[in-house]
Antibody
């Protein structure tokens, strides 16, 4: 059974940093691209970042480019998101998602989410 | 950037109703479209991919159609478990979600 478990969400001050983790089990982690999607309180879904299975290719939404860094450690079956220069508008539940390639990449499994709150 | 626009934003319906949600892309995305269902406090769940392909395990009352810039999600005979928010997502150029359609009880 595929499972994704996020951790690392917390309350952080504006301008601060945080690192999120997502541990994947039940599938060959290195074979799949992975992504982060966030959802601000009461709002819709926003794609944040994605990374290829090998980690060699990374992609970012304009809203986080230059501030967030996605990475993965395939030996630990873990996905990361380093978040720097955090802003109030980064407050959201952050989901990691497994990207399946079937005529393009859809997100077929999601974690339960971890809450990041940026506030003074 | 490709923008996705869903309509309506909220839909009131009764159990047994046929429900249709529309999603429009700001440029052609061929059939690179997925639909997700999300219930309060839960992660999204993939329903449809490639515009009309039903994800394994998803009830057949869900169906998708369309190509290019206009797409629809149809739920035939709405069930109590279907009251939720639905999102379309393009994956032609990176990924973009629509703003969501909340299906609520009439």
């Amino acid at each position: 059974e595929v499972q994704l478990l996020e951790s690392g969400g917390d309350l952080v001050q504006p301008g601060g940093s945080l690192r999120l983790s997502c541990a994947g089990t039940g599938f060959t982690f290195s074979n799949y691209a992975m992504s982060w999607v966030r959802q601000a309180p009461g709002k819709g879904l926003e794609w944040v970042s994605a990374i290829s299975g090998s980690g060699g290719n990374t992609y970012y939404a304009d809203s986080v480019k230059g501030r967030f860094t996605i990475s993965r450690d395939n030996s630990k079956n873990t996905l990361y998101m380093q978040m720097n220069s955090l802003r109030a508008e980064d407050t959201a539940v952050y989901y990691c998602a497994k990207a399946r390639y079937s005529y393009g990449y859809q997100f077929d499994y999601w974690g339960q989410g971890t809450l990041v709150t940026v506030s003074s | 950037d490709i923008q996705m626009t869903q309509s309506p934003s909220t839909l009131s319906a009764s159990v047994g109703d046929r429900v249709t949600i529309t999603c429009r892309a700001s440029q052609s995305i061929s059939s690179w479209l997925a639909w997700y269902q999300q219930k309060p406090g839960k992660a999204p769940n993939l329903l449809i991919y490639k515009a009309s392909s039903l994800e394994s395990g998803v009830p057949s009352r869900f169906s998708g159609s369309g190509s290019g810039t206009e797409f629809t999600l149809t739920i035939t005979s709405l069930q109590p478990d279907d009251f939720a928010t639905y999102y379309c997502q393009q994956y032609s150029n990176y990924w973009t979600f629509g703003q969501g359609t909340k299906v609520e009880i009439k």
